[in-house]
């Protein structure tokens, strides 16, 4: 696991001057959760973006019957929200929660405004990243409607290459949306492929 710095991210990713890095990084809420903590409920305000510094933070929701269905897993140098909350004044329909000890930065929305306005590259760094971001949920449903849970699952090894060891089997097989047996079935099937 490797820290990755907001400022850092900053500086390479959107033209931000190292200067400039350090005095918003300086200004911005920074917190570590244990875990198991969860940073949203289901029903409250999302107030900010999750920045993840270090650790491993997830994005889920609970089906009628309390089965979990995860959304996203968010490692080092990822950001989570509830776009529809924080973005739209809406109550969150999904709940984050820690994964790992992690340390995230609290991003609200005057900060990406406010660098935009300074950065013009920062704001087309971040269009480009909400595209990113709306094109992997488009994939996602397509795979999760049509797709083998193999095809999934080496989707989800492509995304997330580095979280196969860090993550439950259980939290890989709700995000793919089948079974612990049937992933657990589909890695002894590719183990099968890649070795006989």
Request: aromatic share 12%; glycine share 4%; with cysteine.
């Amino acid at each position: 696991m490797i820290e990755a710095s907001f400022k850092s991210y900053l500086v390479s990713n959107a033209g931000v001057s190292i200067e400039e890095a350090n005095k918003r990084y300086d200004a911005l809420e920074k917190k570590e959760f244990k875990s198991g903590a969860v940073l949203l409920e289901k029903g409250a305000p999302c107030r900010h973006s999750f920045f993840v510094e270090k650790g491993l933070l997830r994005s889920y929701m609970l089906a009628e019957d309390g089965k979990e269905h995860i959304i996203q897993f968010a490692p080092e140098s990822w950001f989570i929200v509830d776009r529809s909350s924080v973005y739209f004044s809406e109550t969150s329909k999904s709940y984050i929660e820690a994964i790992e000890d992690s340390k995230v930065v609290l991003l609200n929305d005057d900060f990406f405004s406010q660098v935009s306005a300074l950065y013009p590259k920062f704001s087309q760094f971040n269009d480009r990243l909400l595209h990113k971001h709306i094109l992997q949920m488009q994939q996602r449903i397509n795979l999760l409607l049509g797709a083998s849970a193999e095809t999934r699952y080496l989707n989800f090894i492509e995304l997330y290459p580095d979280l196969l060891l860090r993550v439950p089997q259980w939290m890989i097989a709700s995000y793919l949306g089948i079974t612990p047996e049937s992933l657990s079935r589909v890695r002894k099937e590719l183990a099968n492929k890649n070795f006989s």
